[in-house]
Structures are given as C-alpha cells and as structure tokens.
Nanobody, 125 residues
Framework: QVQLVESGGGLVQPGGSLRLSCVASGFTLESYSIAWFRQAPGKEREGLSCISRMYERTYYEDSVKGRFTISRDNGKNTVFLQMNSLKPEDTAVYYC??????????????????WGQGTQVTVSA
C-alpha cells in the first residue's frame, strides 16, 4: 500500500522551530521528487519547497527561503522540512507529496502523484 505520513506539527511560539517528517511506505522516496505544500484556512494550497529526484536540487518559495530547509534521508525513506523563525502566517496544514518527475516543482500540485494526510502547524503566542 502506497502511503505518505507526515508528523512533527504542533503549536509553537513565533520565532520557534519545528521539523516535519514525511515517511513513505510502499515505495522508495529516493526514486521520486518530493515537495511540501501548505494550506491555511480560506486560502489555496501553496507550494513551499521541493527536492528533485535528479541531482537532489532544492527549491523554495520566497516567503520561506532562508527559514525552511528540505532534506531527505534515503535510508529512512523520509523527507524532512526544517522550519525556523516561524511566523504566525506560517500557520497551516502542511502536506508532503511525491511525484515521478525527474525534477520537482512548487508551482502546482498536479506534478505529484501521492499525498500525505497533512499535519497541523500553529504559530501563536
């Protein structure tokens, strides 16, 4: 059974950090490009960061560049999103997604074949 499971979300104060994990089962993440998206209440889903299958190139949306870091641990079949200097506007449900493309994209969800169920991140004092 193909599955992606996110974890690591929670409540954090502004300026704090969280590390999200995305564990794959039923397939090998190393063979996929992986992205993180988020969706806040009343807003569209937006792409934040991705790591490509080819050359492991990484890309970031401008609002998270310098604060978020995507990485993968192929031995654990897991992709991480380290989030630092969190802001209240980062509050959202965060999703990981896997796609078969050689290169990743954060411009659209249609590049991805598998999605996790999401993990809630709340940034509040």
């Amino acid at each position: 059974q193909v599955q992606l499971v996110e974890s690591g979300g929670g409540l954090v104060q502004p300026g704090g950090s969280l590390r999200l994990s995305c564990v794959a089962s039923g397939f090998t993440l190393e063979s996929y490009s992986i992205a993180w998206f988020r969706q806040a209440p009343g807003k569209e889903r937006e792409g934040l960061s991705c790591i490509s299958r080819m050359y492991e190139r990484t890309y970031y949306e401008d609002s998270v560049k310098g604060r978020f870091t995507i990485s993968r641990d192929n031995g654990k079949n897991t992709v991480f999103l380290q989030m630092n200097s969190l802001k209240p506007e980062d509050t959202a449900v965060y999703y990981c997604a896997a796609g078969r493309g050689l290169f990743c994209s954060i411009s659209g969800s249609h590049f991805y074949d598998y999605w996790g169920q999401g993990t809630q991140v709340t940034v509040s004092a």
